[in-house]
Nanobody, 121 residues
């Protein structure tokens, strides 16, 4: 199986910073896109940022210029540096990895368990 373990969430005041990490482990042959999503109470899960194996990034308009996604391919880990946090960034943040478990296996999505980020005003 594949496990994604997230860390780094917490409570921070508006304007502050947090850094999220997500480490993938288990039966992994290759990881394609890695990304972060978030879900606020009463809202649908939404994309925050993604990064390809080659480092091409994509961001939601709401976080551009404030959040930075990066990855360490050797460690199968993706990071999300969040600066200038706003109360509307409050949500459970989930990482997602597109993983192939063997050379002949199809690509599949795996999700982390989520980490709470709370930004106080």
């Amino acid at each position: 199986q594949v496990q994604l373990v997230e860390s780094g969430g917490g409570l921070v005041q508006a304007g502050g910073s947090l850094r999220l990490s997500c480490a993938a482990s288990g039966s992994i042959f290759s990881i394609n896109v890695m990304g972060w999503y978030r879900q606020a109470p009463g809202k649908q899960r939404e994309l925050v940022a993604t990064i390809t194996t080659g480092g091409i990034t994509n961001y939601a308009d709401s976080v551009k210029g404030r959040f930075t996604i990066s990855r360490d391919n050797a460690k199968n880990t993706v990071y999300l540096q969040m600066n200038s946090l706003k109360p509307e960034d409050t949500a459970v943040y989930y990482c997602k990895c597109v993983v192939r478990r063997a050379f002949s296996s199809p690509w599949s999505d795996y999700w982390g368990q989520g980490t709470q980020v709370t930004v106080s005003s």
